[in-house]
Every structure is written in structure tokens, then in C-alpha cells.
């Protein structure tokens, strides 16, 4: 048995004529850029997170950078964003002509270190970019009180959190704005690239959609230069069918989560968290070993595929060299880079491939632990 880190085929054939039969209807009427479709799809995501506005986009990158944009950060501005995330949150920052400025993750819930964040805050400051990494929600009362105290702007990056909760509220709904990613892979995944930006402010929803269809208010009336950043009308297509069935799969990525904490109890290694306010919707299941690279090689060889989310914290990948951060900076990212290990997690994984898994996991452990005691 071979247990792969994502299975995306095994999802569609759950669903394939509902897909094939929408995406039929997508080309029979040629509703490709924007239009009934994409429209149809923001209304109800915008009404399973239950918030005012969905603005969809042409994928999770863009709808961080449209959303900086809207709220007016740009040139000379600083955001926070946490050392530890894809780079996409402190890409956006660039490239809208501000500056990230990285922010250590807590040692246990991997999100931005709540203890860490008043320090880096200058004059400059204009926002931050929580990330509810791995599908465990940001401690967002804390962040949004320090926001508060600062005056600054929020913008959730939700990328990996589809209906995670934070004491009872949706992710996406606690800040002035949020940033979705549809790209296959996430827990909700179109078949190709999208994004979505979601917000209760009217002004920052209006300014978004301008900015994404070429700065348009009408047809050919450009208010402002914007850019080309649409959801494609298969795609929502896709959005819509996957999207009723998003919490039934979310509890399934549940279920597999309690089996690999309950299987991997009696091992000496740091399992995710879910602090009892949260519910964490495990976009992926990340553990700690020591001598990860040879446990990957283990699970390797027993047909186990893995991940590493992510194998360098940003402040210490090439593209940030500018910055000419220390590990010392950042212990807690830098500490972990050579220590984290997803395992497959998807709502088709059987009992079976979680207990091969977990099997694996352990003999690699413990031989891992037994060369130790050997060689002292
Ligand atoms: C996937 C992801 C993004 C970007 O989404 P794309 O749709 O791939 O552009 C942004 N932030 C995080 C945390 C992500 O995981």
C-alpha cells in the first residue's frame, strides 16, 4: 500500500458528475471570465463565512495584494507578517511597494507569536498578516487588540483555513479583511488557480473589485488603474459544487486528525494543538522530529509521501537575504525549519493508511532513538 501526501483524484471521483455536469454548463453557456458564475459562488461562500462581501479573484496571492491595495498600504509602509508561512503573504507586501517585517510563530501553535508582535511595530506600521497556518486560527482577539492600540489594519490570511473557528467566529471574519486561496490543493480547491477576498467594510470590498477588474466602475469607465485579477467561470463552477460539501470533508480531515494524535500518543513527538477555543480545520497535519530527514527517507520507503511546510522560514530564504536576518531573530522558526514533517491528511485517507502511516512513523522514531542511546 502506497499512501500518497494528496490525492485530488480520489476526491473528484466522489464527485464527478456533479463536476463534469457543471463544468458542461460553464461551456454550453460560455460564461468563462467572471459573469453568473463567479458571482453565484461569491454570494454563497460570502454567506457560509457570513460576511457582507465576497470579491472572487484569479488566485490567493493576488487577493492578499488587492486587499493591501484597497486599504491603502503601499510605499514607505510596513506589514507584519508571521517568519513562518508560504511566501506569498510577504510577496504581496512587495509588491504592492511596502515592506514585511517578520514576526516570530509560537513554539506549539506554529501562528504569529502574539508575545512578539509590539516590538516589531514602528511608526511605519500600517498592518498586519495573521496567518492561520496549517488551519488552526491566529489568536485573533489578542492581534485585533493590538491593532486597535496601534490603530492598524488586520487582513486574515485564510489560504489554509476554510471554516476553521476562532471562539465560535468563521476565519475570514475577524479582521477588516481576509484573504482566501482556492488553488487545488487547499481545503476548498477549484481546478485550476482562485482566490477570493472577503470583508464587512463596504469601501475596502468596492476599492477590491475595482482593483481586480482594471479599475473599472462600468463598462470602459476606469476610475483608477487597476489590473486583471478574475475568477474564471469553470472555476467557480467547480467552488460552487465543492463548497457544500467543505465541512463534511472538513470533519473527515477531523476524524483522521484524532486517529493520528490517539496512534502517535506514546511517542516523544510535538503533535499539532488545538486549543480548546478553536476548531482547527488541518489543511495539513504537522509533526516535530528529531533527524527528520531520515524519517522522511523511512516513510519514503514504505511508500509514505510527506511534506515540509516550510523547509526555510522566510526570513531565511534567498529571496529575503536583503534583510540580512540572524537565526537568532527568529529562534523559534529557525529552530523548526529542520524539525517539521506534514503527513498526509486529506478526508479520503482510510483507518488503514493512517495506521501505516503512524506504524512507520514510530519504527523510524525509535530507531532513531536507539542509534542515540548506542553512541553515548
Ligand atoms: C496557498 C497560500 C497562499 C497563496 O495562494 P495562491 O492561490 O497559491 O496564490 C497564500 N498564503 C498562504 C498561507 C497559502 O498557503
Redo the contacts with the bound molecule.
Keep these: 500500500m502506497t499512501v500518497p501526501f494528496v490525492d485530488l483524484k480520489a476526491q473528484y471521483l466522489t464527485i464527478r458528475r456533479e463536476i463534469d455536469d457543471a463544468i458542461a454548463k460553464v461551456i454550453s453557456e460560455t460564461a468563462f471570465i467572471s459573469g453568473k458564475y463567479a458571482k453565484i459562488f461569491e454570494d454563497e461562500f460570502a454567506a457560509y463565512l457570513g460576511v457582507k462581501h465576497c470579491v472572487s479573484c484569479a ?4 487577493s ?1 495584494e488587492i486587499l493591501l491595495q484597497a486599504m491603502g498600504i503601499g510605499r514607505g509602509d510596513e506589514v507584519l507578517v508571521p517568519a513562518n ?2 511566501i ?2 510577504a510577496e504581496a507586501v512587495t509588491t504592492v511597494g511596502a515592506t514585511p517585517v517578520f514576526v516570530d510563530n509560537h513554539p506549539e501553535t506554529y501562528t504569529i507569536d502574539i508575545g512578539k508582535i509590539e516590538e516589531k511595530i514602528t511608526p511605519r506600521t500600517k498592518a498586519i498578516i495573521p ?1 492561520h ?1 496549517y488551519g488552526l486560527p491566529a489568536e485573533m482577539d489578542e492581534i485585533m487588540a493590538i491593532a486597535r492600540k496601534h490603530n492598524l489594519k488586520v487582513l486574515e ?1 485564510c ?2 483555513a476554510h471554516g476553521a473557528t476562532y471562539k465560535g467566529r468563521k476565519a475570514g471574519t475577524m479582521g477588516d479583511c481576509a484573504s482566501f ?3 487545488p490543493g ?1 481545503n476548498l480547491g477549484a481546478y485550476g ?1 482562485a ?1 477570493g477576498m472577503v470583508t464587512n467594510d463596504d469601501d475596502i470590498a468596492q476599492k477590491a473589485r475595482m482593483i481586480a477588474n482594471h479599475g473599472q466602475v462600468a463598462k470602459n469607465v476606469h476610475k483608477i488603474e487597476g489590473r486583471n485579477s478574475r475568477l474564471d467561470g469553470i472555476q467557480a463552477a467547480v467552488l460552487s459544487v465543492k463548497l457544500k460539501r467543505l465541512d463534511e470533508w472538513t470533519e473527515a480531515r477531523r476524524r483522521n486528525a484524532a486517529l493520528y494524535d490517539e496512534w502517535l500518543s506514546d511517542l516523544d513527538i510535538q503533535l499539532p494543538i488545538e486549543p480548546t477555543h478553536s476548531r482547527h480545520v488541518y489543511h495539513l497535519y504537522v509533526v516535530q522530529v528529531p533527524n527528520r530527514d531520515e524519517v522522511i527517507a523511512k516513510l519514503k520507503a514504505d511508500g509514505i509521501e510527506t511534506g515540509i511546510h516550510y523547509p526555510t522560514a522566510l526570513p531565511f530564504t534567498e529571496a529575503y537575504r536583503r534583510f540580512k536576518h540572524q537565526p537568532s531573530d527568529f529562534p523559534v522558526a529557525h529552530r523548526q525549519m529542520s524539525r517539521l514533517l506534514s503527513l498526509p491528511m486529506y478526508a479520503e485517507l482510510t483507518e488503514e493508511m493512517i495506521e501505516r502511516v503512524c506504524e512507520s512513523l514510530k519504527q523510524a522514531v525509535q530507531a532513531i532513538a536507539a542509534t542515540q542511546t548506542d553512541s553515548v
Excluded at 488566485?59 to 493576488?62: A, E, I, P, V, Y
Design positions: 488566485n490567493g496571492t493576488d492578499i508561512t508560504w506569498s503573504t496567518v497556518l490570511d489560504a489554509q486561496s482556492f488553488y487547499k488557480d482566490g
